[in-house]
């Protein structure tokens, strides 16, 4: 079966640090992968997806990046945090044509 | 005006009763829908997932879709206090897609409540 595996849980950081999530999928190869941010109210706003390795596409101008170095591996990075940044992150994984299968997600407070 | 509109709630019913969470769209190249539950502070959860107008069941879970409305419904039968989470309704293009990913459209959740 497949699994995805997000961290940290929880993370506290102050204005102007770097950031760097880590997301991890098991048991399928090639899946699409996607970063989301969840505010209150908002519901989920996309900010990255990849079909493959390399291959980002950003959805929201803003001070994050994203990267996929391997097949399975997605990171969210920032090299400057801003209070903005604050939030719920999520990552999640699909197959080709089909339904999103999400992390636990992140809370990140930027203080 | 938004692409998938969903009422905020909080919906707040006795245990027992049958829960009608709803989204209504508004472009008709939607063609694959989801219902997700999420837990406070967790993960959304996939609930249900079909691609056609009609009705899918699954245990107390129904999920209905109507593609001439552009209106999806999930209905909850027998709600027990576990069921009390936040719902969204998700809505995709889908299809084998290349550049395109196969990005979900959110609508923002609604909160229920359901008490002893």
């Known amino acids: 079966s497949q699994t995805i595996h997000q961290w940290p849980a929880t993370l506290v950081q102050p204005v102007g640090s770097p950031l760097s999530l880590e997301c991890t999928v098991e048991?399928?190869?090639?899946?699409?992968l996607y970063w989301y941010r969840q505010a209150a109210g908002r519901g989920l706003q996309l900010l990255f997806y990849?079909?493959?390795?390399?291959?980002i596409s950003s959805e929201v101008p803003q001070n994050l990046s994203a990267s996929r170095p391997q097949d399975r591996q997605f990171i969210l990075s920032s090299k400057k945090l801003l209070l903005s940044d604050s939030g719920f992150y999520l990552c999640?994984?699909?197959?080709?044509?089909?339904?999103?299968?999400f992390g636990q997600g992140t809370r990140l407070t930027v203080v | 005006q938004k692409e998938v509109e969903q009422d905020p709630g909080p919906l707040s019913v006795p245990e027992g009763a049958i829960v009608s969470l709803n989204c209504t769209y508004s472009n008709s190249a939607f063609q694959y829908f989801m219902w997700y539950r999420q837990y406070s502070r967790k993960g959304p959860e996939l609930l249900m997932y079909?691609?056609?107008?009609g009705n899918k069941e699954d245990g107390r879970f129904t999920a209905q879709v109507d593609k001439s409305s552009k209106y999806i419904s999930l209905f909850i039968r027998d709600s027990q206090p576990s069921d009390s989470a936040t719902y969204l309704c998700?809505?995709?293009?889908?299809?084998?897609?290349?550049?395109?990913?196969?990005?979900?459209?959110f609508g923002t959740g609604t909160q229920l409540k359901v008490e002893l």
């Open positions: 998700a809505l995709t293009r889908g299809g084998i897609l290349t550049g395109g990913g196969n990005k979900l459209t």
């Open positions: 048991g399928t190869s090639n899946p699409n």
């Open positions: 079909t691609y056609s107008s």
């Open positions: 999640a994984w699909s197959r080709k044509g089909a339904e999103a299968f």
């Open positions: 990849s079909v493959g390795i390399g291959q």
